[in-house]
Structure formats: structure tokens, C-alpha cells
Nanobody, 120 residues
Framework: QVQLVESGGGLVQAGGSLRLSCAAS????????MGWYRQAPGKQRELVAV???????DYADSVKGRFTISRDNAKNTVYLQMNSLKPEDTAVYYC??????????????WGQGTQVTVSS
């Protein structure tokens, strides 16, 4: 079993910054992609940013230039630095990891979600 534990959400004013962290632990052989999704009330979950084990990244157009994803492979941890936050960034942010387990099974795991609220 693999667990993803997120931290760093909260309430911030527009223009402010937050940093999210997500640490994976458990029966992990390797982690390929890690990333962040978000879901606002009444909307579908959407990709925010993703990073591969090799460091390649991809971002939603709405966050390019404002958000930066990074990871520490030794710690199985992914980060999301969010700058110049806007009220429309308000959502529950979910960590994601595509894991190959110790049994060599590829499985997608999700964190429990962390609330980010940006006030205008």
C-alpha cells in the first residue's frame, strides 16, 4: 500500500503565494509521474502540473508562469510553488503519483486533498 500525504494549503490574499508538498510512502519500487490536480466547486477535476522522474514538466495554461512544480526523488516528494495567486485558483488540490509498487505493479495513487482559498 502507498500513502500520499499533502500539506501547505490555506487561505491567502490575491497576489500571494503558497507552497504545497506531497510525500509518498509505503510499498514503492519507483515513481514515474507525480503531479497536482485541482477541483473547484461545481467543476471537474483538472490537471494543474505534472513532473516525471526525469524532471520533465507540464502545466495547465491557466497557471503557466505563476506555478512551479518540483520534486525530490530521494524523498518521494513533490512540491507546487504557487505565486501570484488569483481567486480562480481556489480549489481543493490533490496530489497524484504513478507508482510501480514493490510487487512491480503500476498503480495510480491520490492524496486526500488540501484546500487552497484565495480571497480577492
Amino acid at each position: 500500500q502507498v500513502q500520499l500525504v499533502e500539506s501547505g494549503g490555506g487561505l491567502v490574499q490575491a497576489g500571494g503565494s503558497l507552497r504545497l508538498s506531497c510525500a509518498a510512502s509505503g510499498s514503492i519500487f519507483s515513481i514515474n509521474a507525480m503531479g497536482w490536480y485541482r477541483q473547484a466547486p461545481g467543476k471537474q477535476r483538472e490537471l494543474v502540473a505534472v513532473i516525471t522522474s526525469g524532471g520533465s514538466t507540464d502545466y495547465a495554461d491557466s497557471v503557466k508562469g505563476r506555478f512551479t512544480i518540483s520534486r525530490d526523488n530521494a524523498k518521494n516528494t513533490v512540491y507546487l510553488q504557487m505565486n501570484s495567486l488569483k481567486p480562480e485558483d481556489t480549489a481543493v488540490y490533490y496530489c497524484y503519483a504513478h507508482v510501480t509498487t514493490m510487487l512491480r505493479m503500476p498503480i495510480d495513487y491520490w492524496g486526500q486533498g488540501t484546500q487552497v482559498t484565495v480571497s480577492s
